[in-house]
Protein backbone atom coordinates (compact mmCIF):
# COMPACT_ATOMS: atom_id res chain seq x y z
CA UNK A 1 0.00 0.00 0.00
CA UNK A 2 1.11 3.67 -0.32
CA UNK A 3 2.01 4.92 3.30
CA UNK A 4 4.27 7.76 3.83
CA UNK A 5 6.17 8.47 7.33
CA UNK A 6 7.59 11.20 8.99
CA UNK A 7 9.02 12.25 12.39
CA UNK A 8 6.28 14.24 14.11
CA UNK A 9 8.39 17.36 15.75
CA UNK A 10 12.25 18.66 15.78
CA UNK A 11 13.50 21.59 17.46
CA UNK A 12 16.88 23.06 16.57
CA UNK A 13 18.88 26.12 17.60
CA UNK A 14 19.10 29.25 15.01
CA UNK A 15 22.35 28.92 12.87
CA UNK A 16 22.86 24.81 13.04
CA UNK A 17 21.19 22.54 10.42
CA UNK A 18 18.07 20.83 10.68
CA UNK A 19 17.57 17.54 8.83
CA UNK A 20 13.90 16.60 8.06
CA UNK A 21 13.00 12.79 7.88
CA UNK A 22 10.66 10.69 5.09
CA UNK A 23 9.93 6.75 4.42
CA UNK A 24 7.88 5.86 1.76
CA UNK A 25 6.84 2.39 0.72
CA UNK A 26 5.82 2.38 -2.93
CA UNK A 27 9.00 1.81 -5.17
CA UNK A 28 7.31 3.12 -8.06
CA UNK A 29 7.48 6.69 -6.83
CA UNK A 30 8.66 8.93 -9.82
CA UNK A 31 9.44 11.96 -8.33
CA UNK A 32 9.28 13.35 -4.23
CA UNK A 33 8.31 16.19 -2.48
CA UNK A 34 9.16 18.66 0.19
CA UNK A 35 6.23 20.89 1.09
CA UNK A 36 6.39 23.95 3.66
CA UNK A 37 3.25 25.37 5.55
CA UNK A 38 3.07 28.24 7.94
CA UNK A 39 0.10 28.24 10.05
CA UNK A 40 -3.01 28.42 8.16
CA UNK A 41 -1.89 28.91 5.09
CA UNK A 42 -1.39 26.49 2.10
CA UNK A 43 1.82 24.56 1.09
CA UNK A 44 4.78 25.89 -0.54
CA UNK A 45 6.74 23.93 -2.71
CA UNK A 46 10.36 24.02 -1.67
CA UNK A 47 12.14 21.20 -3.75
CA UNK A 48 11.64 18.16 -5.26
CA UNK A 49 14.01 14.93 -6.62
CA UNK A 50 13.50 12.75 -9.50
CA UNK A 51 12.87 8.63 -8.01
CA UNK A 52 16.98 7.90 -10.11
CA UNK A 53 18.30 11.00 -8.69
CA UNK A 54 20.40 10.27 -5.13
CA UNK A 55 20.96 13.99 -4.04
CA UNK A 56 19.68 17.47 -5.21
CA UNK A 57 20.88 20.86 -3.48
CA UNK A 58 18.95 24.20 -4.10
CA UNK A 59 20.85 27.17 -1.86
CA UNK A 60 20.29 26.35 2.03
CA UNK A 61 18.19 23.35 0.95
CA UNK A 62 19.89 19.17 0.60
CA UNK A 63 17.88 16.42 -0.64
CA UNK A 64 18.86 13.05 -0.37
CA UNK A 65 16.96 10.02 -1.40
CA UNK A 66 17.67 6.40 -0.74
CA UNK A 67 15.86 4.32 -2.77
CA UNK A 68 16.83 1.09 -1.31
CA UNK A 69 15.61 1.91 1.58
CA UNK A 70 13.27 4.13 0.57
CA UNK A 71 14.10 7.10 2.33
CA UNK A 72 14.29 10.56 1.93
CA UNK A 73 15.73 13.48 4.08
CA UNK A 74 15.71 17.39 3.63
CA UNK A 75 18.71 18.75 5.05
CA UNK A 76 18.32 23.34 6.13
CA UNK A 77 21.50 24.98 6.56
CA UNK A 78 21.85 27.61 8.85
CA UNK A 79 18.39 27.42 10.34
CA UNK A 80 16.52 30.82 10.53
CA UNK A 81 13.76 31.46 12.67
CA UNK A 82 11.53 32.09 9.47
CA UNK A 83 11.94 28.65 8.83
CA UNK A 84 9.68 27.56 11.13
CA UNK A 85 6.72 25.36 9.82
CA UNK A 86 5.73 22.13 9.13
CA UNK A 87 7.12 20.60 6.51
CA UNK A 88 5.86 17.78 4.49
CA UNK A 89 6.93 15.13 1.99
CA UNK A 90 5.15 13.47 -0.64
CA UNK A 91 5.75 10.68 -3.46
CA UNK A 92 4.32 10.98 -6.69
CA UNK A 93 2.30 7.46 -7.80
CA UNK A 94 3.63 6.08 -11.58
CA UNK A 95 0.67 5.49 -13.37
CA UNK A 96 -1.28 7.45 -10.58
CA UNK A 97 -2.55 10.69 -12.75
CA UNK A 98 0.25 12.45 -10.64
CA UNK A 99 -1.67 11.53 -7.48
CA UNK A 100 0.77 13.16 -4.36
CA UNK A 101 0.24 10.72 -1.12
CA UNK A 102 1.78 12.81 2.26
CA UNK A 103 3.27 12.21 5.06
CA UNK A 104 1.57 13.89 7.96
CA UNK A 105 4.67 16.22 8.33
CA UNK A 106 7.01 17.24 11.11
CA UNK A 107 6.80 20.11 12.81
CA UNK A 108 10.02 22.35 12.63
CA UNK A 109 10.62 24.53 16.16
CA UNK A 110 14.01 26.75 15.55
CA UNK A 111 14.58 28.79 18.97
CA UNK A 112 17.43 30.81 19.47
CA UNK B 1 4.33 35.31 -10.22
CA UNK B 2 1.25 33.15 -10.14
CA UNK B 3 -0.44 31.71 -7.82
CA UNK B 4 -4.24 29.66 -7.31
CA UNK B 5 -6.33 31.74 -6.36
CA UNK B 6 -8.99 30.52 -3.55
CA UNK B 7 -12.07 32.14 -1.71
CA UNK B 8 -13.35 32.68 0.75
CA UNK B 9 -10.41 31.77 2.82
CA UNK B 10 -12.42 30.99 5.71
CA UNK B 11 -15.75 29.57 6.19
CA UNK B 12 -18.11 29.07 9.54
CA UNK B 13 -21.39 27.59 8.73
CA UNK B 14 -23.33 25.38 10.63
CA UNK B 15 -23.86 21.60 10.26
CA UNK B 16 -26.72 20.58 6.89
CA UNK B 17 -26.00 23.80 5.87
CA UNK B 18 -24.45 23.83 2.40
CA UNK B 19 -21.45 25.24 1.57
CA UNK B 20 -18.74 25.71 -1.88
CA UNK B 21 -15.33 26.53 -2.40
CA UNK B 22 -14.15 27.83 -5.60
CA UNK B 23 -10.30 28.12 -7.38
CA UNK B 24 -8.75 29.58 -9.88
CA UNK B 25 -6.04 27.43 -11.42
CA UNK B 26 -2.70 28.94 -12.40
CA UNK B 27 -3.23 29.58 -15.90
CA UNK B 28 -2.19 27.29 -18.84
CA UNK B 29 -2.90 24.40 -15.86
CA UNK B 30 -4.45 21.56 -17.33
CA UNK B 31 -4.20 19.70 -13.86
CA UNK B 32 -6.80 20.65 -11.06
CA UNK B 33 -6.70 18.66 -7.35
CA UNK B 34 -8.75 19.35 -4.71
CA UNK B 35 -7.19 18.41 -1.22
CA UNK B 36 -8.48 17.98 2.22
CA UNK B 37 -6.33 18.48 5.26
CA UNK B 38 -7.25 17.49 8.69
CA UNK B 39 -5.96 19.34 11.05
CA UNK B 40 -2.37 17.55 12.10
CA UNK B 41 -2.73 15.64 9.11
CA UNK B 42 -1.04 15.85 5.51
CA UNK B 43 -3.67 16.50 2.85
CA UNK B 44 -5.46 13.91 1.22
CA UNK B 45 -6.38 14.19 -2.30
CA UNK B 46 -10.27 14.19 -2.98
CA UNK B 47 -11.31 14.89 -6.62
CA UNK B 48 -8.48 15.26 -10.03
CA UNK B 49 -9.84 16.72 -13.07
CA UNK B 50 -7.83 16.91 -15.85
CA UNK B 51 -9.30 19.45 -18.00
CA UNK B 52 -12.89 19.48 -17.83
CA UNK B 53 -12.81 15.92 -16.56
CA UNK B 54 -12.41 13.91 -13.23
CA UNK B 55 -9.55 11.54 -13.41
CA UNK B 56 -9.83 10.35 -10.28
CA UNK B 57 -12.66 11.14 -7.18
CA UNK B 58 -11.94 7.54 -5.57
CA UNK B 59 -11.55 9.09 -2.25
CA UNK B 60 -14.87 11.83 -2.40
CA UNK B 61 -17.47 11.42 -0.17
CA UNK B 62 -20.12 11.33 -3.30
CA UNK B 63 -22.72 11.37 -0.93
CA UNK B 64 -22.35 15.12 0.02
CA UNK B 65 -19.40 16.01 -1.82
CA UNK B 66 -19.86 17.88 -5.58
CA UNK B 67 -17.26 19.29 -7.65
CA UNK B 68 -17.18 20.89 -11.00
CA UNK B 69 -14.33 22.51 -13.59
CA UNK B 70 -16.89 23.31 -16.77
CA UNK B 71 -14.83 24.98 -18.88
CA UNK B 72 -11.86 23.20 -17.62
CA UNK B 73 -10.29 26.71 -15.82
CA UNK B 74 -11.91 27.53 -12.33
CA UNK B 75 -13.41 24.61 -10.10
CA UNK B 76 -15.88 25.02 -7.44
CA UNK B 77 -16.28 22.29 -4.81
CA UNK B 78 -19.24 21.80 -2.68
CA UNK B 79 -20.35 20.16 0.47
CA UNK B 80 -24.55 19.86 0.91
CA UNK B 81 -25.52 18.67 3.76
CA UNK B 82 -22.20 19.77 5.86
CA UNK B 83 -21.35 17.48 8.78
CA UNK B 84 -19.20 18.49 11.59
CA UNK B 85 -16.32 15.91 10.92
CA UNK B 86 -16.27 18.16 7.36
CA UNK B 87 -14.23 20.76 9.40
CA UNK B 88 -10.65 20.60 7.56
CA UNK B 89 -8.63 22.89 5.30
CA UNK B 90 -9.49 22.67 1.98
CA UNK B 91 -6.45 22.86 -0.81
CA UNK B 92 -6.43 23.65 -4.26
CA UNK B 93 -3.48 22.61 -6.35
CA UNK B 94 -2.95 23.12 -9.92
CA UNK B 95 -0.13 21.62 -12.35
CA UNK B 96 0.83 21.55 -15.85
CA UNK B 97 0.15 19.11 -17.97
CA UNK B 98 3.59 17.62 -18.59
CA UNK B 99 5.16 17.62 -14.90
CA UNK B 100 4.32 16.16 -11.53
CA UNK B 101 4.39 18.89 -9.77
CA UNK B 102 1.77 20.19 -7.77
CA UNK B 103 1.25 24.51 -6.88
CA UNK B 104 -1.41 24.97 -3.41
CA UNK B 105 -2.95 28.12 -3.23
CA UNK B 106 -3.94 29.22 0.47
CA UNK B 107 -6.98 27.11 1.12
CA UNK B 108 -10.04 27.47 2.86
CA UNK B 109 -10.53 26.90 6.36
CA UNK B 110 -14.00 25.20 6.75
CA UNK B 111 -15.01 25.05 10.49
CA UNK B 112 -19.01 23.64 10.94
CA UNK B 113 -20.58 24.26 14.14
Known amino acids: GEDVEQSLFLSVREGDSSVINCTYTDSSSTYLYWYKQEPGAGLQLLTY?????DMKQDQRLTVLLNKKDKHLSLRIADTQTGDSAIYFCAESLFGGYNKLIFGAGTRLAVHP | EAEVAQSPRYKITEKSQAVAFWCDPISGHATLYWYRQILGQGPELLVQFQDESVVDDSQLPKDRFSAERLKGVDSTLKIQPAELGDSAMYLC???????????FGPGTRLTVL
Open chain 2, 93 to 103: ASSPVDTDTQY
Open chain 1, 49 to 53: IFSNM
